[in-house]
C-alpha cells in the first residue's frame, strides 16, 4: 500500500496525477495485491480534479492482470 505522495499531487496537472498513478501501479503492483493510496488519509487540499485521475487510473491500469 502508497507509493502517491499527496504534496507533488497537490500542485500537479490532473494528467500528471493519472500518469504518476499508472507508473506506480505498473511497477508495484505485478504479483497482486497492491493498494495504490497515500498511506492514510486523502489531503483537505487536494484537488477534485486530481481524485478523480486517481480513480480513473485505478481503473484504467488497476486491473488485473496487469500489463507492462
Not at 18 to 36: N, T
Not at 49 to 64: M, P, Q, V
Request: charged share 20%.
Amino acid at each position: 500500500m502508497g507509493n502517491l505522495n499527496y504534496n507533488k499531487l497537490l500542485t500537479a496537472s490532473s494528467h500528471q496525477v493519472y500518469e504518476d498513478c499508472v507508473k506506480h501501479i505498473k511497477i508495484a503492483a505485478q504479483g497482486g495485491g497492491y493498494w495504490l493510496d497515500f498511506g492514510c488519509e486523502i489531503p483537505l487540499d487536494l484537488p477534485v480534479e486530481n481524485l478523480r485521475a486517481i480513480l480513473r487510473a485505478t481503473k484504467t491500469a488497476g486491473k488485473y492482470p496487469i500489463i507492462k
